[in-house]
Structures are given as structure tokens and as C-alpha cells.
């Protein structure tokens, strides 16, 4: 596994779930967690790749972030953190954590306003970070990078209120979906095969599933 001391930049994955538990007690397999296509005319790099939330995020409020977790081993690529989970109930944007994932939700999912009224709220915590390589085929023969060393930040996110806010289109993402962790465990088994999460047979010729982000999260719900 890479050295931590990476200066490869960060990128925010957020595996978001629907549970009854705390946090820190563990996710059941019938929980959901959400899932979410990259939009092909929006996202240059990976278009139609089935993955998780994602943003890329300054170097300094990542290392803030992991400074202040505990890490407890490794899981797959992925070296697993405790940290201490946080919520959007009590907190604001002066915790690190809960200013990194409200600007993802805001700007990925379409949450600003319903974050602003208080419609939304979450508990979030760290999870793990993988430091890898992101390949760009779709650059190959051109004058752009073809591949880009990051680093995966994996947050954990229990929806406290709002979950039916999460469903529909946005900018980023054509489908945006709740699967059972069951079938998202079973999916990442299973050949990565997208009818494996809910998508038509149809729909899977032109769907991919692939990256650091999902990579990140299987690896942290493997371990719950």
C-alpha cells in the first residue's frame, strides 16, 4: 500500500447509507447504501461509470480530516479508519468533516436548499483512504494524461432525515439509486456486472463499473 505522505491529491468518496445504527456499531446488510452513474455529457473522465459521490478536495481539510481518525488495518486497497462521527444536527460548517461532505451533497446532489432548511441532516465519519491510480482510457492518443495518481478519502454517511431527498437526476448523475448493501457486496463479487444493482439488461451495455471511489467504499462496507 502507498505511503500516506502521498502528495497525489485528494478526492472525497461518500459512501452514504440508510441505517437504524449508529455509526460506530455497524451497518446491516439490509441497510441501503447509495449508488449513482456519472453523467457522460458532465463527467470528461469515467462518463456512464456506476459509482459512488465523489469531489475532489483541497489537500489541507483531507489531512485534517484523516489527522484526526484512528487507523485500524486495511481492507482490500483501502486502509481502514475509526473517526469520530459528527453530526449536521449539532455541527456546522466549522467541522471539517461536516464542511467537506455538505459541499458534496450540495453540489453533486442537489441538496443546497434542503440542507439550508434543515429538510436534510446526516451523521458522518471517516472511513478509510486508498491512494491509487485513476485511468482515463478515454485520453489515450490524446495530448491529456491518460492516468492520475489520487487519493480516495472515504467518509461514511448515515441520512439522519431527508432520504427520500436522494433518488432523482442530477447535473452529475443520470441515476441516482438506494441498493441493499447485500446487493452492492453481492455486485462487487459477483463480476461487478450492473443487473447485479438494478439496472436493466438494456441499460448495462452502456454502464461500467469501476474506480478508486467504488473500489473505496466496497472495501469499507466489507468490514462493517
Known amino acids: 500500500m502507498k505511503d500516506l505522505k502521498s502528495d497525489s491529491p485528494f478526492v472525497l468518496a461518500l459512501t452514504i447509507v440508510k441505517s437504524k445504527q449508529d455509526l460506530g456499531d455497524g451497518i446491516a446488510a439490509s441497510d441501503d447504501v447509495l449508488i449513482c452513474v456519472r453523467n457522460e455529457d458532465i463527467n470528461e473522465t469515467h462518463p456512464n461509470v456506476i459509482s459512488v459521490p465523489t469531489q475532489r478536495i483541497p489537500a ?125 457486496r453481492t455486485m462487487w463479487a459477483n463480476g461487478k456486472q450492473p443487473t447485479d444493482v438494478g439496472f436493466t439488461g438494456e441499460e448495462s451495455f452502456r454502464l461500467c463499473i469501476h474506480g478508486l471511489c467504488i473500489s473505496s467504499s466496497a472495501d469499507v462496507l466489507a468490514v462493517i
Do not use: C
Open 60 to 184: 489541507v481539510l483531507a489531512e485534517k480530516i484523516i489527522a484526526a481518525g484512528a487507523e485500524e488495518g486495511s481492507s482490500g486497497s483501502t486502509t481502514i479508519y475509526r473517526g469520530q462521527a459528527a453530526s449536521s444536527k449539532s455541527a456546522n460548517g466549522h467541522s471539517e468533516i461536516i464542511y467537506a461532505v455538505e459541499s458534496l451533497l450540495a453540489g453533486k446532489l442537489g441538496l443546497a436548499d434542503a440542507i439550508e432548511r434543515g429538510e436534510f441532516s446526516f451523521t458522518a465519519r471517516l472511513a478509510g483512504n486508498q491512494i491509487g491510480t485513476a485511468n482515463h482510457p478515454e485520453f489515450h492518443g490524446t495530448d491529456r494524461p491518460d492516468h492520475e495518481d489520487l487519493q480516495m478519502m472515504n467518509i461514511m454517511v448515515r441520512v439522519d432525515r431527508g432520504a427520500e431527498l436522494l433518488g432523482e437526476p442530477t447535473v452529475s448523475y443520470d441515476h441516482v439509486k438506494w441498493v441493499s448493501i447485500d446487493k452492492f
